[in-house]
């Protein structure tokens, strides 16, 4: 449950397009790079294309913490 809510906040972030994971994200994508090993790309949240890992990281992380910045998970038993 907790790593649905936190993909979720991220998505939400997203749509809403909230200011630092838009930001990111935009950034990241910018960096289509084909490299030459499928392990050394990642994806972002909302697309399909393969980037660095790093950058998805840090946009993927920048959109789960801005909704979800104290780990609380609501409903959880």
């Known amino acids: 449950m907790f790593h649905t809510d936190s993909v979720i906040c991220g998505l939400s972030a997203l749509a809403l397009k909230a200011n630092a994971p838009h930001l990111l994200r ?3 994508l910018k960096y289509n790079i084909k490299r030459k090993l499928q ?16 950058k998805a990281i840090v946009a993927n992380c920048a959109a789960v913490r801005e909704w979800d910045s104290n780990g609380t998970v609501f409903g959880f038993n």
Do not use: D, H, Q, R
């Open 26 to 28: 935009e950034e990241a």
């Open 39 to 54: 392990s050394e790309n990642a994806k972002v949240f909302g697309s399909s294309e393969l980037i660095p890992i790093e």
